[in-house]
């Protein structure tokens, strides 16, 4: 085949291994929105991931196994195929078990893109060239990864998460078409000898067990997915919930962060690893090793630090480190596995790595969270003061509103029927005495005053929000609110109010109800922005719990860097055998 073919290949492969990342994160990119519309707990949401993981695992074997007899292209694109239909599927999904079973048939379908490519684009290239066209090809991650994050920002912002899946799904379908037309390379291309021998019964892949240096990559690559899984899946949340963005703008940062440094972090290991092992045995797993660990420091640190911009450059320095380690990786399990030997090598790494990485990592990190959350986050509170514009009574008394707190222990509370995600479990406030509105029970209330104070039972919170309802129209209630301020207090007497952390006004635009399932209210203003419901002030410890959680789980990348030196000894002797098996399969065909 010529090298532009062998570019339009890559090309196509590297298409499909974007749409592999775009589906895979697109529900991590839409948390919130799909958590509240099926009414998921942490627990419940982290287990979406685990599903997708269970399915990934169990086709892995089945694909590793045809893929080293039968054509490959074929296969991928029956694989692209299943994991794009099943993208659409979460679309229309209107049940948790739905869903559930849409993330399971995704992980069958997506396992083919991580097991087949590599093969194929090690077999079109030569292996001088390996480390530099496998990192484009990982470049699915980074970039698919991206898209995902500003899709699902987008059509939450504009648009439905159910559109969302509905239209990442759809240009999978035609590109199983122009996979299943790409030419078959011959197996063994790519290190200049084509490998003719057949494989035969499970000798050969009880082998792959006694290849050390891909036994140890394996477990290198197990160790960073504790960690890297996380963060992926409940970072947005962290961002929205700890720094104070929206929707839209977390999905944003963490779009930005993965595109710049992905997409350097991947080139540069692909060019600095095919330098390097003209000089060095094992210099993939060598650069693996030394990535994992520049990039511990950078990681744990950017969760101790307040101002934003250096959160994000600590964090996305991290992230460098952390994608160049992937193609890296990728291709010293390559470079020591026989060519008829590499799509189960393939499949045996994500088999392991995801048994022991992340099948039940999310659902874990998603306990321990929501437990350090309950127990860090939130500070006691027993007094709340809102203060108005002076000019904010000219039209009449403030009218029905009310006042709820974000409640962190709502399993005593709330009906697990009704119960939500830590983050998304709100109450009304304990008041102990204020003037109902005469028109409307309690927990609605009216005040002719301009500052409001509010002595409550104490409550241990992170957030405090005002909400208005304007039933009835402007001659009925004409006096919109205009939040000047926002104070929440402490127990102790002769203390100030709990510091800000940030504030919030939550939009209404488009909404046919106030938040919490009031139905029949219309949008109001707070603080002169059009389009709002509610304001909400933020203080505390917002996000302290998932920090803790994400600072211990990063330990692992300690254990991935040591495992990827042990690999590095071994490479030089693995991949020499390589080299001889192939020569001999030469000269008995001879």
Not at 10 to 15: M, N, V
Not at 100 to 112: K, N, P, T
Not at 272 to 287: H, N, Q, V
Not at 459 to 486: C, V, W, Y
């Amino acid at each position: 085949m010529t090298r532009k073919y062998a570019l339009y290949a890559l090309a196509i492969i590297f298409f499909g291994n974007f749409l592999n990342y775009l589906d895979r994160m697109l529900v991590s990119a839409l948390e919130k929105p799909v958590s509240q519309a099926l009414q998921l707990t942490g627990v419940e949401f982290g287990l979406l991931w685990t599903l997708f993981t269970f399915g990934y695992i169990l086709s892995a074997p089945f694909v590793g196994f045809f893929t080293d007899r039968y054509r490959r292209t074929l296969i991928l694109a029956i694989c692209i195929l299943i994991l794009s239909g099943a993208t659409i599927m979460c679309g229309l999904a209107q049940t948790k078990m739905v869903l559930y079973l849409s993330r399971f048939l995704i992980g069958l379908g997506e396992a083919g893109c991580l097991i087949i490519g590599p093969t194929l684009i090690s077999d079109f290239f030569l292996r001088e060239y390996r480390g530099r066209v496998l990192s484009i090809f990982y470049l699915g991650l980074p970039l698919g990864g991206t898209a995902a994050y500003i899709l699902g920002g987008l059509f939450e912002k504009f648009s439905s998460w159910r559109e969302a899946f509905i239209y990442a799904g759809i240009p999978g379908i035609l590109l199983a078409v122009f996979v299943g037309l790409l030419k078959e390379p011959k197996r063994g291309k790519g290190e200049g000898e084509e490998a003719t021998q057949k494989i035969h019964g499970l000798k050969p892949y009880i082998d792959l067990l006694r290849t050390k240096t891909l036994m140890y990559i394996i477990f290198a690559e197990a160790f960073a997915v504790i960690v890297i899984v996380p963060i992926l899946h409940f970072g947005k949340g962290f961002f929205e919930e700890s720094r104070g963005l929206d929707p839209l703008q977390a999905s944003l940062v963490l779009g930005v962060i993965a595109l710049v440094a992905g997409v350097f972090g991947n080139l540069l290991s692909g060019v600095l690893g095919d330098l390097l092992s003209r000089k060095m045995s094992g210099a993939y797993a060598f650069i693996a090793g030394i990535c994992y660990l520049l990039g511990i420091p950078f990681l744990i640190g950017s969760f101790f630090v307040s101002a934003d911009w250096l959160f994000f450059m600590m964090l996305g320095i991290g992230c460098f480190f952390y994608f160049m380690c992937m193609p890296a990786v990728n291709t010293q399990i390559a470079n020591v596995t026989h060519p008829n030997q590499r799509a189960m090598a393939f499949a045996l790494a994500i088999f392991v790595l995801h048994l022991l990485g992340d099948m039940i990592t999310p659902p874990v990190f998603g306990i321990v969270s929501d437990s350090l959350t309950r127990k860090y986050d939130p500070v006691e509170v027993q007094k709340v003061r809102i203060i108005l514009p002076e000019d904010s009574l000219g039209k009449g008394e403030l009218k029905r509103f009310q006042l709820q707190y974000k409640n962190y222990e709502g399993d005593k509370d709330i009906p697990s029927s009704e119960k939500g995600p830590v983050r998304e479990q709100w109450q009304n406030l304990p008041l102990r005495t204020y003037r109902s509105d005469p028109q409307k029970p309690p927990p609605w209330y009216s005040s002719n005053d301009r500052i409001l104070d509010f002595d409550i039972e104490p409550i241990q919170t992170t957030r405090i929000r005002f909400l208005q309802d304007k039933g009835g129209g402007p001659e009925s209630h004409p006096n919109q609110a205009r939040i000047e301020e926002m104070e929440a207090y402490p127990t102790r007497t002769g203390t100030g109010p709990w510091p800000t952390v940030w504030t919030r006004t939550s939009s209404g635009g488009g909404e046919t109800h106030l938040a919490d399932g009031y139905p029949g209210g219309e949008e109001w203003t707070s603080n002169e922005k059009e389009e709002e419901h509610s304001a909400q002030i933020v203080f505390g410890s917002p996000g302290n719990g998932r920090r803790l959680t994400f600072i211990f789980f990063s330990i692992f990348m300690l254990l991935s860097s040591v495992v990827c030196f042990l690999a590095k000894k071994h490479a030089e002797k693995d991949t020499e055998r390589v080299l001889k098996s192939l020569t001999q399969n030469k000269k008995k065909t001879e």
